[in-house]
């Protein structure tokens, strides 16, 4: 029987944005789930994101963002994903993203935006839903 | 008849302290640490650092601007200021934070957006256009690049005809808070230290009124902190900056009266009264213990605020209510200066409305509520006076924990402390998820149909081309030779080990760049690491 590897997540702090509270106590949830997480630390380009994503082979890209620069950075994040050939991942956003944005997330490409305050569980339940 | 058994709820308080359902005076006896609770203005200054406090001087109202260009945050100041607003605190944007120009790369999708940005003096100076300064004390919130920013703020004042002896006001330039929360961190831990130590020095000898650093326990409990960490590592920080201070040969009168404390205020009212009145009888005693002689040393100066931390983004107009209370704590806590988190910041930087609400706030505390009549109105108070032993007593415990372990400055370079509140923060955030810690609004008294309508604060798309248009015309229009002397001389001063600032003011008056200015340093210092393991 093959062992099956735990899923593996990536989240990222792309921009500038300093604020990583976030990110690390869900990073923290999603290893007390069982998932494998990399996490990239701050200031991150979107084509260090892509290219650790692709190098690493990970299931699920998480950006974490709170600085109001989602979408110019989703914009980038979209080509990039595809020009890597990374289009089947799971792509989750999370930050401060206000709800009118949300729509345009998902447009971009964006498979899930969880707002702050979103509990563990929500996100939990969603990776493993959504992951083969 | 057996006597009816009371089944007493366990009350503990986020700082670990076991709350007792009545207090008297054994309590307060038992829990007594040596440092007496004293009389307002004198040490230990458990009341308050002045005699009369607010009967004399309410509390200056400084709330938290900045946004698009120079020009547009201009307009926001003024908008506040002819509301009453008493001081001015500065936000920048991430570029300038981090010391990169607009026109940076990186800074592409950032220019302007959390707060203003300032490429060169000529930003400085629009930004500060009309603004009194000799009324209007002007708070900067730069840390990375404060050497930089205080250097622009000091060539604006003289380029003004203030003269620097007499010029007050507050620079943020607590680098190593930054690296446990906020993050704006820019040089490795060791030349950050002393680029904060080349500011204390500067001001102590040329702008001796101006306060060179504000050590913030703010964001290391908004990163997940306890109220009593929150106090503890932000006097080992304080302490840090002190002894390098020190070890330059300063005497501890010349700067440790200008040290000023920013503070974050959510949780329990009674646990943020007493960390406030421990921790300014605890720090005039370690100041006391450095061998200073004027009282104003050993002053616990701060601004305590509404923090971020306390909000939540369910049920919005709650945390208007929650601001009140923030800031009910701060005045019976005894701040100097105030500022609240406004009602809308876990969505967006601050409309005009929200920030409006802000400054009504704190007016009507002020003028209905009766707090600015008499000094420090809870002392006396049983429990109020047991918790204040009892904070002083953990604060002490948590520092000397830290110092025994290789102090500070070791920790937060190994990432030590950045581990153990982003733990806290977790478990923190797992037990509003599972309801032992409540929010109203959150997980009790949730309403199924939210409401979300919150404005937001607009962003310029044209701010961007026009700060980019700007530094253009700067570094168009400026005397290349002087700038490139002036770093020149920057590289050298920071190479020989030498305090950076006279060159700095230099080459800012030369209308260098923050990013050539941040670049010059990254050559001689390199830049930070971040330690990923938590």
Redesign the interface.
């Known amino acids: 029987m093959m062992t099956q590897r735990r899923p593996r997540v990536l989240l990222a702090k792309p921009?500038?944005?300093?604020?990583?509270?976030g990110v690390?106590?869900v990073?923290?949830?999603l290893r007390d789930a069982g998932f494998e997480v990399i996490?990239t630390?701050?200031?991150q380009?979107p084509e260090a994101i892509v290219s650790i994503a692709a190098q690493e082979a990970v299931d699920v890209i998480g950006l974490s963002i709170l600085?109001?620069?989602h979408l110019?950075?989703c914009e980038r994040m979209r080509d990039l994903i595809a020009d890597a050939g990374l289009g089947d991942k799971v792509w989750i956003v999370g930050g401060?993203i206000?709800?009118g944005d949300r729509p345009k997330l998902e447009e971009l490409g964006v498979s899930r935006v969880f707002?702050?305050?979103t509990?563990?569980?929500e996100i939990v339940g969603y990776l493993k839903e959504h992951l083969p | 008849m057996s006597p009816k058994k009371l089944d007493i709820r366990p009350v503990v308080l986020e700082s670990g302290i076991d709350v007792k359902p009545t207090y008297g005076p054994d309590d307060v006896a038992a829990s007594a640490t040596g440092l007496s609770v004293g009389e307002p203005g004198d040490y230990p200054f458990t009341r308050g650092i002045h005699r009369l406090m607010y009967r004399a001087r309410p509390w200056t109202m400084r709330q938290y601007s900045g946004f698009g260009t120079a020009a547009d945050t201009n307009q926001r100041f003024h908008y506040l200021i002819e509301r009453g607003q008493t001081g001015l605190n500065v936000a920048f944007d991430?570029?300038s934070?981090?010391g990169?120009d607009s026109d940076d790369p990186?800074?592409?999708?950032?220019v302007g957006?959390?707060g203003m940005a300032v490429d060169t003096l000529a930003d400085m100076e629009t930004a500060f256009e009309g603004v009194d300064l000799d009324k209007i004390t002007v708070s900067l919130t730069i840390n990375g690049s404060a050497t930089t920013m205080i250097a622009m703020y000091a060539a604006m004042a003289e380029k003004r005809g203030y003269d620097l002896q007499s010029l007050r006001g507050t620079a943020q330039n607590d680098i190593l808070k930054?690296f446990v929360?906020?993050?704006?961190w820019i040089f490795p831990v060791e030349p950050s230290v002393k680029l904060v130590g080349d500011t204390i020095e500067y001001c102590a000898q040329h702008i001796p009124k101006y306060s060179p650093v504000s050590v913030c326990g703010y964001h290391i409990r908004?990163?997940?902190a306890n109220p009593v960490q929150e106090m503890a590592y932000a006097f080992l920080i304080a302490k840090a900056y002190t002894d390098h201070s020190l070890a330059r040969g300063l005497d501890i009168d010349e700067f440790a009266g200008r040290l000023s404390f920013n503070f974050d205020i959510h949780g329990n009212l009674f646990e943020q009264v007493a960390k406030f009145r421990a921790g300014r009888r605890l720090w005039a005693s370690i100041v006391k213990g450095y061998g200073a002689k004027n009282p104003k040393s050993m002053w616990l100066r701060m601004i305590a605020g509404g923090g971020g931390g306390g909000l939540?983004?369910?049920q919005p107009e709650n945390n208007i209510a929650r601001g009140a209370y923030y800031a009910l704590i701060s005045a019976l806590s005894g701040t100097q200066t105030m500022a609240l988190c406004s009602y809308d910041e876990?969505?967006?930087?601050p409309t005009e409305k929200a920030a409006r609400i802000s400054l009504r706030t704190m007016q009507i505390l002020m003028h209905e509520m009766g707090l600015t009549d008499t000094v420090d109105p809870l002392g006396g108070s049983y429990y109020v006076e047991t918790l204040t032993n009892e904070m002083e007593t953990r604060i002490r415990g948590v520092m000397d924990e830290v110092d025994a372990a290789g102090g500070i400055v070791k920790a937060i370079g190994e990432g030590v402390i950045q581990a153990q509140v982003?733990?806290q923060?977790?478990e923190y955030?797992?037990g509003v998820?599972d309801g032992t810690i409540k929010k109203v609004g959150?997980n009790v008294f949730r309403e199924e149909e939210e409401d979300?309508d919150v404005s937001?604060h607009p962003?310029n798309a044209e701010d961007t081309a026009r700060q980019l248009a700007k530094v253009a015309g700067v570094r168009a229009a400026r005397d290349g030779a002087r700038v490139e002397s002036s770093l020149a001389a920057l590289k050298e001063a920071a190479a020989g080990g030498d305090n950076v600032m006279p060159a700095t003011i230099e080459a800012v008056r030369a209308m260098a760049t923050v990013g050539e200015i941040t670049g010059v340093l990254k050559s001689v210092y390199g830049a930070y690491q971040?330690p990923?393991a938590?």
């Open positions: 921009g500038l944005d300093g604020h990583d509270r690390k106590v990073a923290l949830a996490y630390g701050l200031r380009s600085s109001g620069s110019p950075i401060n206000p709800y707002p702050t305050g509990p563990f569980d | 991430l570029p934070q981090i990169l990186m800074a592409a999708g950032e957006r959390v930054e929360g906020r993050s704006t908004e990163s997940g939540t983004i369910d876990a969505y967006t930087i982003a733990r923060a977790y955030e797992k998820f959150v979300h937001y962003v971040e990923l938590f």
